[in-house]
């Protein structure tokens, strides 16, 4: 059984700011902030009366003297806080972070509230992952890893392995928040069966035991937050519980699937394919230029090498639209932390 939604307490994308504008100015810390990013927040700060202090650097102890005297910061998901900065944050005068991702396996969020730090996320339009899980699940389907290297070489010829039509399968989501919720009303358009794991129900599928929904499923698709309790979700026994020739499709954390077993099911033939938006070995190569250097991790190696897998570098969040959300509601985080603790 999936542990509770982690959105308690975020901003929902869109949300006004009514009586929780403090009555002085405040200053927040914005680390590891993009080009595109920094954009957004010079434009949407003042206006909610607050003063950005950007950088592009991630918050690091060489960076952390930007922090001083500002209660809150946001952060970005590609840099883990580890415990020790956590502590050297808290000896800087900070007590909330926001966190410009749906995701906390970057922070220990129950250390930090044991130094008096606390942490919360931001909701974002699930609609950028949701249409980015379609789109990949409709390619390993349909094989199109395959058939676009082919044409990249000029080889134009069919796939020597028919697709098949999603309306004819049986997609499983894993994970029914605002995402998961998303992909489902999507996949009620191509009119094929849906089944559902998660303790939050959504109109629109069949809720099943898990192990059930393996079983049924060709398509498995997941969106549960990373947590202990799901670290592996996804490991050798219950791998072996799926269809043969079924696929799975993740655009939620790496570390949810068992990425040993999971190559084993690819190398053997049993799986038909795999779409990751997201894998275990990606901190340190995603988001980086390795045209010149190697990929240290064998088993990213290895999972590119199969001509049934799709690699793409955690992109399903990087829309305009998601974008904006991130940098507002992580601005009214802050305002409503200090309105709440310092108004």
């Known amino acids: 059984m999936l542990p509770p939604s982690f959105l308690v307490g975020s901003a929902r994308a869109g949300s006004e700011v009514g009586g929780d504008r403090p009555s002085r100015r405040l200053d927040v810390t914005v680390f590891g902030c993009d080009v595109d990013e920094a954009v957004l927040f010079r434009e949407k700060a003042p206006a909610l009366g607050i003063t950005p202090v950007i950088t592009g650097a991630a918050v690091s102890q060489a960076t952390i003297e930007l922090a001083t005297g500002n209660r809150c910061i946001s952060v970005g998901h590609k840099t883990d806080v580890t415990n020790p900065l956590l502590l050297a944050l808290s000896r800087a005068g900070v007590e909330y972070i926001s966190t410009r991702s749906i995701g906390y396996n970057h922070i220990d969020v129950a250390f930090a509230e044991s130094i008096g730090i606390r942490v919360e996320n931001v909701a974002y339009s699930p609609a950028s992952v949701a249409d980015y899980t379609l789109m ?143 894998v275990e070995d990606e901190e340190g190569v995603f988001y980086a230029d390795h045209r010149d250097r190697p990929v240290e991790s064998e088993r990213l190696r290895r999972l590119q090498r199969l001509p049934n897998v799709i690699i793409s570098p955690h992109a399903a969040y990087f829309t305009e639209r998601a974008l904006s959300d991130m940098v507002e509601n992580s601005l009214l985080n802050c305002l409503r932390f200090e309105g709440r603790n310092h108004g």
């Not at 044409?151 to 098949?164: I, M, Q, T």
């Not at 599928?205 to 990373?226: C, G, I, K, M, Q």
């Not at 020739?245 to 990425?259: F, H, K, S």
């Open 136 to 278: 990949l699940m409709l390619m390993v389907l349909r094989h199109a890893a395959s058939v676009l290297r082919r044409v990249a070489s000029h080889d134009y010829r069919l796939p020597e392995v028919r697709g098949r039509e999603l309306g004819d399968l049986t997609v499983g989501v894993i994970g029914t928040g605002r995402i998961g919720a998303a992909v489902i009303e999507r996949l009620r358009g191509f009119g094929c069966r849906i089944l559902a794991h998660d303790e939050r129900h959504t109109p629109g599928a069949d809720y099943v035991p898990f192990d059930e929904l393996l079983r049924e499923s060709d398509v498995v698709t997941l969106h549960a937050p990373l947590t202990a309790d799901t670290r592996h979700l996804l490991d050798a026994r219950r791998m072996s519980l799926l269809k043969p020739g079924a696929v799975l499709v993740n655009t939620a954390r790496g570390a949810l699937i068992d990425t040993d077993a999971l190559l084993h099911a690819l190398e053997t033939g049993r799986l038909g394919g795999a779409a990751l938006d997201v």
